[in-house]
């Protein structure tokens, strides 16, 4: 072959692994284009939110992971001297009632990405002298938590603001020990039935999400029946 028939030929390979040719599975998942323009919004809003505002709405009657606390807590089994991440903790009204489970032998790892939301987790814990509460400063890429640090880990309405889900996924199974508990609530997504805001604000349904964890390494353990419009899966790290 000449030079320049070679030439052609990597030229041709570079075009098509660049363009439409290259198969999805091959293609990096942390590009954070997959975010709808109104989750980035929202996204960004979370740099500095109305702290105040965001309590009343999280911790309100009618909000479902508000009114079913306590039949979330129980499908964690808590129990004391266990070691939880509540990773989008938000106004960290759950962390406090982990905290209350797991007892002053466990810890409680609240993790947000708004610094506000995080000295409010603070400074609340503090006032209730729950001193197993540590409150995290995430960031988009990793909730910053220590290897082998927790036994199980939270997340709900959160992951479909995750920028960048397999590194944020690879950080989770570091911090998860072995055999670990990862329980996820999110919003089901289907078109023509959910409603618009979801549509617009979440970025994929129930099944692209359990694909992107079971490739990070857990496994689909079970599914909980529990809520109207969002799902309850529980997965094991392996």
Known sequence: MSSRSHLIRMLVVAVLWGGVAVPASAQPHDQHDHLTPTARRLNESFADPDVQQWIARFESEGRAIYDSRFDILDLMALK???????????????????????????????????????????????AMELDNVTA??????????????????????????????????????????????????????????SADFVLNMVRAGKDTFTREIVEAGFELVEEVDMLEEQYVLKFRSR
């Open 136 to 193: 995290l400063l995430g960031d988009p890429r990793s909730p910053r938590l220590a290897e082998s640090s927790v036994d199980v880990v939270f997340i709900a309405d959160s992951y479909h603001h995750f920028e960048f889900p397999m590194e944020m996924l690879a950080e989770i199974k570091k911090a998860l020990r072995p055999d670990g508990l990862f329980l996820l609530i999110d919003y089901e997504r289907v078109e023509g039935q």
């Open 80 to 126: 004391p001297g266990v070691d939880v991440a509540d990773i989008g903790a938000g106004s960290g009204f759950l962390s406090r009632l982990m905290a209350q489970r797991v007892g002053p032998g466990g810890t409680v790892y609240a993790v947000d990405i708004a610094p506000s939301m995080v000295e409010h987790i603070d400074e609340t814990a503090k």
